[in-house]
């Protein structure tokens, strides 16, 4: 796999972004920030599964206000979204928000982004430089810019004023626009990436789109944070994040499943084996790698690199394999309560799976 | 984005593989494939869900036998998948497969894999060497070796034999090597390729594995037909291999709804616009970019790129917008139903939406 790609440390609140940490979680929440209990209680639910850093939208300057209560209230750091109002942006920095998100290029006057990056520095806060397609200026030949000409001139801007506390972002609806401008740009600058695909639509198309635009980006080492925007439940966006997280290799968030998509050679009800084994292992934090195979013959070799599996073969059995190797034959009903007593046994012991060295 | 990989040309019945051709879309029956009615059921099934062509595992020689009279009642080509036993791969060319599927890592004489050539070479039938993570030999120093080397050992035979009707698939559960696999051999060779993760798991983690497996290779140009492993509905699978084709920018199969992921900003059910905007579109064949967004402000801008859409405002208002700008605004209640006739005449006058231009 490539290596990450390296890049300056941003610190937004406790959380750092950039190569030397950790690739983050991060969502945003589709309340309306002026309710102040609404968001909290969004906010609070977001980190319980797993979103590290969280974004509120700051339409009006009663949401830039809640940024005090709601920080108050919550432990994750909170970004404030803003759009064409640089004086939102102030008040959002001076009710402590831990980093802005602008489109430079939806604040038309230089003077305010001035402002802001002022406002900015004395608060030691970044900002993320956030270019969208849709709002590329026009070329001088009458056609519209590409998002990485459009950062690039928004950058010299924040260069100039020798303000480097920066977070970049490049997303479009498009997968290949998204992913080509952010390959561009991570040879042109060290600033850390905010990676995701913008309105990426509903969860059966989004969670395609994100997965590929995300992770196509990670396994090029590219991304230091990533957002996936779902016209769903922000506890969606979070769960999907970690899963192209894990299936890039780049997080783990606990065990791995991985079952065969069964074929005319299986007999049992693998995917409900893999649904059981998946509850009954939702407590586990270790990264095991864990297979559940319809097929004796092929099972074990196939998923020769779990740490531990079982292949279901003829006459109700089930063979509990371990890296590729058959240790125990069971009853096929009671194949998941044996594999989750080794399991358990293992992580107790402190066994560490074999992935786990050398993993980011 | 990059060119797609030149390769050879393979035909499969009626269904050609390789770059001069779509990216072709397959699942596999999950059926006991001797179990005649019930695979016939699947295949139309699948079929009908946009399926292009079908592999049926042939674990014994009823399954060989019962390829026969499957073909007689379907038509799309049958691929015939093998493991181990040779015998099942001929007994599956005499009764018309279209393709057979072996791994010649688990077929160990080599004069046994010369005579899947010979039958394959005597029907012009062409055959996948399907290498899998789990079934690779050790090297000379005692450590297995990678599926890059096994395929290119397995290659060589059959160029021994002058057998160049081949597709090539080196599948893994672990992205990161099936990506890494693929890539390498698109510079060793000029033959198609079948492209997938292989058990991939349960369809929440098996769909964003497939999506970055399949993705990042289409957004490289490589892959010539997909096959998504989910354990669970082939129908799943189908679906979702349109839907990476789709996001990957390489195939279209009618209109993609793209549809904010909504903020504090939004004060509209975003998620049940674009549900019942789909379904209103299920039966539109051409690939428009469709656009539904939480806020008039940001909406057309950000999505400037779709042919059109609708922006949800403050006031029970909804702008209907072609191309970035505006063109009409209606009371949000009625936003689907003026959004669709639009569209219906647009696509009934033959209007061309611009993106078709210049597409695979």
Redesign the interface.
Known sequence: ?AQRRKTRTVSVGTVKIGSGYPISVQS???????DIDA?VCQIRQLEEKGCELVR????DAS?ARAISSIKQSTRIPIIA?I??DHVLALEAVARGADKIRINPG?IRKPSEIDAIINSASEKDIPIRIGV????LPRRADGQRGTMPEALLNHLERFRKRRFNNIVISLK?????ET??AYRKIARECDYPFHVGV?????P??G???S???I??L??DGIGDTIRV????SPDE?V??AR??L????VRHFGP???????????RVD??AV??EL?KALERVEKSL?V???GCE??GP?????ADIGIAFGANNKGAIFQK?KVTRTVRADEAVKVLVEMINKDVGAGLVPARDAGRK
């Open positions: 796999m945003m929440t589709k309340t309306d920030t002026a968001t509120v939208a700051v339409k949401s979204d759009h064409f939806n969208n397609s849709g709002s479009s609806s498009s997968v290949e992913v080509e913008t309105a990426a639509g509903l059966c198309e969670i395609v789109k997965s590929i635009g992770g196509a990670l396994l925007s779902l016209t769903g966006e769960a999907t899963r192209i894990a299936s890039a290799g791995e499943i991985i079952s065969c998509p069964t074929c005319g050679r299986c693998i995917a893999a649904e998946g790698v297979a559940v195979m013959v092929n070799g196939e998923a020769r690199d590729g």
